[in-house]
């Protein structure tokens, strides 16, 4: 089967990564989209053209499935595609909220783009799966994922967002998938965390698609 990921740039190949070690002798194709990246800073209406336009190439080439191997594309892009191309199955990539609420952590921090952190559906999983007695912080985390595609001021960038930030927290969210590339860097802030993020759900969602 084709399998076609997307991302805004190369954050998206540790979700593809993950989706081959489980599903290693599909066909795949990877768009890494770093000419519009960051997306976290596009309007609506520019997001859902340029994943359109993505969409429409992979097509062309055959997917069955596609990957939107990005957090903020997928929590304001993905019902759009879905009601557009309905003859695709899309995947998406959401903060792992659900999964470290399920963790039974007290403290929980979210690292998001700033397009994420301000989205109704982060706001939905915060409400559908946070517990009473569990804290939950959103950091939005603009320039990160930008600084992680051109590989340079990572330390810096990181240093300036999370300077203050409260590092006794239980989990921390990697809610982009550019910042699963950096983990080493992050858990340095965070010595006593555990970070997560959603590829593995992402790739056993695709495993169960491919099946069917």
């Not at 209406?45 to 191997?69: C, F, P, R």
């Not at 957090?71 to 759009?80: H, L, S």
């Amino acid at each position: 089967m084709k399998i076609g990921v997307f991302d805004s740039g190369k954050g998206g190949t540790s979700v593809l990564a993950e989706i081959k070690k489980i599903l290693p002798n599909e066909e795949y194709k990877y768009i890494g989209d770093s000419k519009n990246c960051p997306y976290g800073e596009k309007s609506d209406e520019e997001l859902n053209q340029i994943v359109s336009n993505i969409t429409d190439d992979l097509e062309d080439w055959g997917a069955k499935v596609i990957v939107i191997a990005c957090n903020t594309a997928t929590t304001r892009c993905i019902e759009y595609l879905r009601e557009k191309y309905p003859e695709i199955k899309f995947v998406g990539t959401e903060p792992a909220i659900k999964l470290a609420a399920e963790t039974g952590a007290k403290k929980i921090l979210v690292m998001a783009t700033p397009g994420t952190v301000q989205s109704e559906r982060v706001a939905k999983l915060i409400h559908e799966n946070v517990k009473p007695d569990q804290e939950i912080e959103l950091l939005a985390c603009p320039g990160l994922a930008d600084a992680i595609e051109h590989d340079e001021k990572i330390d810096e960038t990181l240093e300036q967002l999370l300077d203050g930030v409260d590092e006794e927290h239980d989990v921390v969210v990697l809610g982009c998938t550019h910042y699963s590339l950096i983990k080493d860097k992050i858990q340095k802030f965070f010595p006593k965390a555990k970070l997560i993020d959603g590829n593995r759900g992402v790739a056993k969602r695709v495993k169960s698609l491919a099946e069917q």
